[in-house]
């Protein structure tokens, strides 16, 4: 069975900054972030909340961002992926620089703008080297044939914005807030105002936020992947952390269509394929909650302005203001199986469990490749605008399943876009390198190129051939 892709597909890998940028140099190495903090914390490490890794071992792109660049153009792809580190270009406060704030009828910020004066304290402020640095990679990226797709915020916040530890030990009783303090939407909003002033012209496609949904549930809830900053356990944070993100969404997405009106600009979700574990009806009531919370909540209200207060799937409030979304980005790893704790609530009230995997990556996450087509018609049909695959990939040390991974999730794809004309414009797999996973450290191995880490040099997995073959020819072929 072969598939082709449209001809103006978009073929990409992706990076990000936190996770690839440290090693190679002392300059590479930035540490005013929380995520820094927290994975050299001791405390935080014997509770078992980061791996022993520390992330300025790691690839060192900030200054073999050349080399990496070429192996991706090398793929047969046409675009890449990568971030920029918020508070490596500004490592200082920006929190004075003067703005005019706007609030919908909920008191919700849905505008935030630097007029000439703000606009010249913040250029003021940013650090010339990271912002020359950065624009020099997107002009090679370009140099080597690469489209340049720029996520503005993959994760790390500045540490004058989020003092992960002091949060996690007072219950967010003390301490900068990060993403639970309305403040973080108006900073986030004045980067974004500078970054498309500054980073326009070399951009090609604009994510104001990765994952917004993870970075709520796994700094606020729970994750059998591994927490995040700041760890804390409380259901009603997860929903105020996600309002705030989709505000902080909808001031960047306004922001970057004012200084470059014809790119597109959107927000990227990670939505696994939520199965029912039998077919009975709770368990399908389970799954489709477990969607709806992870997903749909908040699409719902950074798209549509619909705020569910108390979680029961119809919206209790419409906010207005929000910016919309000119496209969705899915990050599509694995199908999670559910099944319902009671028969009395219908699965509703997180009373759930999570089955483990049966196709299993190095990560436990379950490998189920037509998953991917039914996670792009279940957001398609509902939000109706374009879709890009912003990250698909696994964890796969021995590249032992990568290849089969990868043939079989673009399989679904293709036959997706092919069968029902779903408006899938790219791909990009996840993840070029091997980088540093997060809360997991250097042990879970998701790049096309493996690196030794005491050398850092990079060596092209047989499965990085099988995708450049697809890359190259825009079709696939699966028995
Ligand atoms: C996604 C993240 C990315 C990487 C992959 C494995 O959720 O966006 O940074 O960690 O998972």
């Known amino acids: 069975m072969k598939v082709k892709f449209p001809r103006d597909f978009v073929w990409g890998t992706a990076i990000s900054a936190f996770q690839t940028e440290m090693g190679s140099s002392e300059e590479s190495i930035f540490r005013g972030t929380d995520w820094f903090q927290w994975t050299h914390s001791d405390q935080i490490r014997k509770e078992g909340l980061v791996s ?47 703005c005019i704030v706007t609030r919908n009828q909920a008191g919700g910020i849905v505008g935030v703008v630097m007029m000439e004066k703000g606009m010249s304290e913040i250029e003021k402020l940013a650090n010339q080297v990271a912002v020359k640095h950065y624009l020099e990679m997107m002009d090679h990226a370009k140099r080597v044939g690469l ?53 326009g012209k070399a951009v090609d496609i604009w994510e104001t936020i ?20 700041p760890a804390l356990d409380n259901p009603a944070l997860v929903f105020e952390v996600e309002r705030n993100l989709a505000y902080a969404h909808t001031v960047a997405y306004k922001n970057i269509k004012i200084a470059c009106p014809s790119s597109p600009v959107g927000i990227g979700c990670a939505p696994p394929c939520f199965s029912p574990a039998s077919d009975n009806v709770y368990d399908s009531n389970a799954a489709e909650y477990a969607r709806y919370l992870n997903n749909e ?45 009671s028969e009395q609530n219908h699965g509703k009230n997180l009373n ?78 996840w993840s070029l390198v091997d980088n540093f996973e997060w809360a997991k450290g250097f042990s879970m191995r998701f790049g096309l190129f493996e690196v030794d880490y005491s050398t850092r040099e990079r060596k092209k997995r047989q499965s990085a051939t099988i995708f450049e073959g697809i890359c190259r020819s825009g079709e696939v072929e699966v028995s």
């Open 52 to 98: 022993a890794d520390r992330p300025e071992h790691g690839d060192g792109f900030w200054d073999l961002y050349k080399e990496d660049m070429l192996n991706a153009a090398s793929l047969g792809t046409n675009s890449i992926r990568i971030s920029i580190e918020w508070a490596r270009i500004f490592p200082l406060t920006t929190e004075q620089v003067e």
């Open 147 to 199: 489209s340049v797709f720029l996520t503005l915020y993959h994760w790390p916040l500045p540490l004058w914005l989020h003092d992960p530890v002091e949060v996690h030990n007072s219950n967010a009783e003390s301490g900068k807030k990060g993403w639970l303090d309305e403040q973080t939407v108006i900073e986030f909003g004045k980067f974004a105002q500078f970054a498309a002033k500054t980073f």
């Open 210 to 229: 990765n994952e917004p949904e993870v970075i709520a549930i796994n700094g606020y809830y729970s994750a059998p992947s591994g927490r995040f900053p």
């Open 297 to 341: 909540w908040f699409l719902n209200a950074a798209l549509s302005g619909l705020l569910d207060q108390d979680l029961d799937e119809v919206a209790d409030q419409r906010i207005d203001g929000m910016s919309g979304s000119d496209f969705i980005g899915i990050d599509y790893y694995q199908r999670v199986r559910v099944s319902s704790k």
């Open 352 to 429: 759930f469990d999570i089955l483990p995997c049966i196709d299993c990556t190095d990560f436990q996450w379950d490998i189920f490749p037509e998953g991917i087509s039914q996670v792009v018609r279940w957001i398609f049909h509902k939000y109706r605008i374009p879709i890009y695959i912003l990250e698909n990939g696994i964890a796969d040390s021995s590249d032992f399943k990568r290849s089969r991974f990868i043939q079989e999730h673009l399989f679904w794809l293709g036959k997706t876009i092919q069968d029902e004309e779903i408006p899938v414009k790219g791909y990009y797999h």
